[in-house]
């Protein structure tokens, strides 16, 4: 993620990692702070063994596309929801990718969050059974806790 102010909304994302028991790190790397950091992670990320990258961030949110620009692993791009324009911005900076770059755009905020990490997790287990299996148990799960009908209670 682009900064700690990002931490709230992208740790949804490592919130359902955990759950799904997928090996992950969460790291700050800013594209207009640390540029540094970015070029050296996305250059080393394949070799240093990950396979999917989530890069959430807000505003003129440059971190998932420059991501994408020097790795060949498939990046998800998380808009955040910024205070200015409510992700919009961030959501159309990380979208509109020119053809030959992609970044797999996800919804703004925490929905987004989730879902891309469930998204990678769909990736991963193309070729993990167990994780597959994991998945397949979390959507039962998920269908399980919705009521048939409404309730006042809820
Ligand atoms: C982006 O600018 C970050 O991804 C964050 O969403 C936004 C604001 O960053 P901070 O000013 O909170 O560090 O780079």
Redesign the pocket.
Known sequence: ???Q??WATMRHAADILEILGVSHEARII?A?RTPDRLYDFAKSAKAAGFRVIIAG???A?H?PGMTAAMTVLPVFGVP?E?KALSGQDSLLSIVQMPAGIPVGTLAIGKAGAANAALLAAAVLALSDEALASRLEDWRSGQTAKVAETPSDDA
Request: aromatic share 0%; glycine share 22%; proline share 0%.
């Open positions: 993620m682009g900064s102010s990002d800013s207009h961030a807000g505003g949110a971190l955040v910024s």
